[in-house]
């Protein structure tokens, strides 16, 4: 804080009071106050947002999310090649041949029984199969339980509404497969559809709970044995039968070695409780340990060090 004289002048004290100095006049008595430094206006608080410009800012947010972003995504090329898509035409035709030729001419399925072995959602599931094999959502274990468990909650949706407001019966049993799909860890999108088609498709309400098996059970798992045959003869299919674990991130690159001094100490990670980079000399280094005593008094006898070698310079420069 700084500190100016002020002089006053034709100052008269009082009586009885003390003079400030008799050898000084009144006229030259200097007071020493002390000045205030400037301050900065107060910083006022921001205002409230009113509801209105609350609400602008939320819709703003919500059209910015509709701007397409390329983090975190893998995009398919747009040409892959003609040997790879003569390979996805020859195996999605013999997988979708198969399954509509076992269903139509095979008189034990549509003479018999009258059990289907195909069903409309096996269409996305070939794009899935037998085009895009690398997807995670086209795993042996997501097709396979997919269907699976989509058939399942369809069926259960389909007996509580016994028939009736069928429009809303499909939307409940569309979004509780996506739902049961989701916590299973089997999201398979074909699965919607198989779902959807147990409440409005007439196989479903033909052949009952055994929609379970015919067509989704035995038709996707015909699929899944064509995909394996088909596509190890060009590519690589699946990429894990179960379960895809998370690929390790890459190891860092190795740092080239620092030049260190030997008075240097260097505190590196271990499993010990200290280490002390080895380039010193033995007198100083500390060895690796884990008992607490031991630690107390290396700690101890560095201390007593430091002391005489402060107790030397002193007496060296005093």
């Known amino acids: 804080m700084e500190v100016v004289p002020i002089v ?28 205030p430094r400037p301050q900065s206006p107060p910083v006022s608080a921001a205002p409230n947002k009113s509801t209105s410009e609350k609400l602008r800012s939320k819709v703003r947010a ?9 983090e975190g995504t893998t995009w398919l090329p747009k040409f892959s090649g003609l040997p790879v898509m003569a390979h996805m035409w020859i195996t999605s035709f013999v997988g979708i041949a198969i399954l509509l030729y076992i269903s139509q001419e095979v008189s034990w399925f549509y003479q018999d029984q009258h059990m289907p072995l195909i ?11 037998y085009g895009t094999i690398k997807s995670p959502l086209g795993q042996p274990r997501n097709a396979f339980f997919g ?8 069926l259960v949706v389909r007996e509580i509404f016994d028939g009736h407001v069928s429009w809303l019966a499909g939307a409940v049993a569309v979004s509780s497969a996506l739902v049961a799909m989701d916590v299973l860890g089997c999201v398979h999108p074909p699965g919607g559809a198989t779902s959807l088609l147990a409440i409005i498709g007439p196989d479903a309400r033909q052949v009952g709970w055994l929609y379970m098996v015919f067509p989704t059970a035995l038709g996707i798992l015909i699929m899944l044995v064509i995909a394996v045959i088909f596509n190890n003869f060009y590519r690589q299919y699946p990429v894990a039968w179960f379960f895809l674990h998370r690929a390790s991130p890459p190891a860092p690159a190795p740092s080239p070695p620092s030049q260190k001094q030997p008075s240097e100490i260097a505190l590196e990670p271990s499993k010990s409780l200290l280490h002390i980079h080895p380039d010193l000399s033995k007198e100083a280094r500390w060895r690796h340990t884990t008992d607490v005593e031991e630690l107390r008094s290396m700690l101890e006898e560095a201390l007593t060090k430091v002391q005489a070698l402060e107790s030397e310079y002193d007496n060296a420069f005093m």
């Open 119 to 129: 069903s409309g959602s096996f269409g996305a599931s070939a794009v899935l199969l």
């Open 147 to 154: 269907h699976i468990v989509s058939a399942a909650v369809g």
């Open 62 to 70: 919500y059209f910015h999310r509709m701007k397409a972003s390329d």
């Open 8 to 35: 006053i002048h034709d100052f008269k004290p009082e009586s009885g009071a003390s003079t400030l100095n008799p050898n000084q006049s009144v006229a030259h008595a200097r007071l020493h106050l002390p000045v």
